[in-house]
């Protein structure tokens, strides 16, 4: 009876071994699927020409966890912002909530992209609570962006 508890249990263990040591299931198990997505096809990913007047470059950290994001946006003569691009070090969730900002800035003028929260890209993305500050970088850097770009 012992033995067959072990071979049981040894299964057991063959079996989450698998999955706790394979990182793109625990991706798929962790994050939803609009985070896969962002995460795995990014949107705007690159850097635009800082020295443009037109360009403006928000740079925001999270100490707590390490998360890095610039994020950029280019301004036409109108106020309308015409490219973004991001680039970010950190987790999945930071990733996506970059690329969803850039394509959500996109089109808008200066003052429509500030309306933008950090609670809608959260929503959007379906992120769990311990993974709100990523959104807030987002909001940040989109802040940043624009008071850089209208200097």
Same mark, same amino acid.
């Given at each position: 009876m012992a033995a067959v508890s072990l071979r049981n249990s040894g299964s057991l263990l063959s079996l989450f071994s698998k999955s706790f040591f394979r990182p793109e299931l625990n991706a798929l198990c962790s994050y939803h699927k609009k985070v896969v997505d962002h995460y795995e096809n990014?949107?705007?990913?690159? $850097?635009? /020409?800082?020295?443009? #007047?037109?360009?403006?470059t928000g740079l925001v950290g999270a100490p707590a966890c390490g998360d890095v994001m610039k994020l950029q946006i280019q301004v036409d003569e109108n106020g309308k912002i015409v490219d973004a691009k991001f680039k970010t070090f950190g987790c999945g969730s930071a990733i996506a909530s970059s690329s969803l900002a850039t394509e959500w800035?996109?089109?808008? $003028?200066? /003052?429509?992209?500030? #309306?933008?929260k950090n609670t809608?890209?959260?929503?959007?993305?379906?992120?769990?609570?311990?993974?709100?500050?990523c959104s807030m970088l987002a909001e940040d850097a989109i802040k940043a962006d624009r008071a850089k770009a209208s200097s």
């Open positions: 990014p949107r705007n990913v690159g $850097s635009l /020409d800082k020295n443009k #007047k037109s360009v403006g800035v996109k089109g808008k $003028s200066v /003052d429509e992209a500030l #309306k933008i809608d890209i959260a929503k959007e993305l379906c992120l769990p609570p311990v993974k709100l500050h």
